[in-house]
């Protein structure tokens, strides 16, 4: 499959590469040449960066077809091997007192539920019973044994075993006293702090709304003016930052987006400034950078590739077809419509009803008025909101990021990396992954059919598990899980 | 100094971190700029500092200083915008648009691949479009741009949020326009049409953001039939 970006891709290097091996050892290029003078720090870098990507790029473009074709492979088995040995190298430090291992956990097991690689069940065991102890007495989990809880560790253990799955993993957790602990964190002026005495900021607004809604526990007194407070840190660039006044960055853009659109207030954001900043930082190395003239980072092939995927579910721009805006009543008496399949294919196709409110799956509910708390409604947000289609490709390029994700960041000894020079690490392989799901799934133009074979670029195989795209857990995990977490709330199937 | 900072807050902070706190945290995150301009948690904690103790007198000059250095630094782009609209010594956004739309387009002028002044012009009018609509400097800075034949990706895609917002373009900037477009799809004639037109040469010149164009295009004749 061509890749004419590839060939547009401007850089200033030489044309013409020596032939290399086929799919040989990495090559070690020349050192490039210096920036022109009288440039800023910002060119300076950014020129460097499109050298190193430009080489590879026009070195891919001269190699033969089945030479390509191997480069863009996913090294499943590498990579696979990467992340297992880094699971098992946690194990033995599972006492130790670094706070971030409930994430490498997660970043690692997601990595792996991607590829579509299952976990050895005794690696399993004492994950789950590592992450339990992590658990505080009083809700919530902390880094490791004895530390205190914090909002970040709790989204990434809560994901861990989500990803895990099974009644054992998913009854570890203790969601009355997690409940309690998001209680705890959260602010009067309707914002969450991480800990106690820690940063209140859009990030930990996400971690506790996305636990609460995957946990089902997400009601009024934990949403409320959550969407003030997010909607004060969109800036005069459309994009959204950690806190009001800060700068508009990826990370906290898809952090605040997604916790909107669970808590319902998605419309409040001015949304076709956000579009308009997102699309705007897929640059000329085909990968999403943070920040405006900031570098690219393969992580933000999740951040930025990921809230482009939210944004297209969204048709933000009340183009119903009757011309009629999305008001809350209208939502609510869908919400008992009936519920076979294609009546709700037809509800995806009617813009007017593709609002989160719509709860596809009401033939597991009992029948009747709402008699659940607001967590069942707001559950619904997150549960349905992966069915919704774009409409009409993606926003943003996918082949282009794939091409990135592939070629630039992706280590063919196993492993992702933020950009090339850069060292690999279990971070970037879990958003690397994570962004390419995305993209391969970007084009689909209903929830149940599999990608066609040009929206996945390099072979086929490279088709990765699909996300729920708000909490970035597998969705037959989440699924589960939600199962688990309604019938845990004493709703009954049908 | 003015805030919105529960007062009792403040004066606990500012007595638990000494009278030269303010100074002291300021300088402490310069000293990290020289190194990392754009480090995003020290951005975050002077502005803290701002709000919280006091220090604004000499800040829009500070970026501005770092402007100097480098105009693509969107972090002291965006701290700039901070000053303009809570320090209480300038005044506010609107007392301050005048003089900063003219120093956004400067920088235009001196960059024009450069995001982020174009980001800024149009943070500038925060949604009050009467004043970005009738400010002549900013149709003749698109101009320019369109003019140059080169890097009008941004200008363009000013303009067409300005056709968005009913704007009504002369001659000189329709003929601009026309001037860009390579395919023959007739004269542009209506504004709708010369949207349309904008929309099909970005997807040219922007292939990354095809798709975005495209959708902005069917946005418009969504628009158009309401």
Known sequence: MPIGIAASFRFAGPRKEKKKKLGGARMEPPPPPPPPSGTTVTQRDQWTVEQEVGRIYSFFAQLPPAAQSFALEVQRDNHIEYLTRGLRGLAPSFGSLDASRPWICYWIIHSLALLGEPIDAELEESIIDFLSRCQDPSGGYGGGPGQLPHLATTYAAVNSLITLGGSRSLSSINRDKVHNFLRQMKQPSGGFRMHDGGEIDVRACYTAISVASTLNILDDELAEKVGDFILSCQTYEGGIAGEPGSEAHGGYTFCGLATMILINEADRLDLSRLIDWVVFRQGVECGFQGRVNKLVDGCYSFWQGGACALLQKLHPFGLSEGGEDESTDSIDSSLYAASNVSEQEEQENNLESASPQVDGTCQFKQGGPQSASCSENTGNASYNFHERCAEGGSLFNSSALQQYILLCSQLPEGGFRDKPGKFRDFYHTCYCLSGLTVCQYSQSKHADSPPLPWDVVGPYSNLLEPIHPLHNVVLSKYQEANEFFRVASGFVHL | ?226
């Open chain 2, 1 to 226: 100094m003015k805030g919105e900072e529960n007062r009792h807050h403040r004066r606990w902070v500012a007595e638990k971190l000494g009278p030269d706190a303010a100074s002291r945290e300021l300088e402490f995150t310069r000293k990290i700029f020289c190194l990392d301009a754009k480090n995003y948690h020290a951005w975050s904690h002077r502005q803290w500092v701002l709000q919280a103790l006091g220090g604004w007198e000499d800040e829009l000059d500070y970026c501005a200083q770092l402007l100097e250095e480098d105009v693509f630094n969107n972090s002291a782009w965006n701290q700039r915008y901070f000053v303009i609209t809570k320090s209480p010594f300038l005044g506010g956004l609107r007392a301050m648009r005048d003089s900063e739309v003219d120093y956004a387009i400067e920088a235009i002028d001196a960059n024009l691949e450069n995001e982020s002044p174009w980001r800024y012009l149009r943070g500038l009018n925060n949604d009050e479009n009467e004043a970005w609509l009738n400010d002549s400097r900013v149709h003749s800075a698109c101009l320019r741009v369109l003019k140059a034949k080169r890097n009008f990706k941004f200008a363009l895609s000013t303009l067409l949020d300005l056709l968005g917002l009913s704007f009504k373009p002369n001659q000189e900037i329709k003929d601009a326009i026309t001037s860009l477009r390579t395919s023959d799809s007739g004269e542009a004639g209506s504004d709708s049409d010369l949207a349309n037109s904008i929309c099909s040469i970005l997807a040219r010149e922007d292939p990354m953001r095809a798709n975005y164009w495209t959708w902005r295009s069917s946005k418009l004749s969504q628009a158009a039939e309401v």
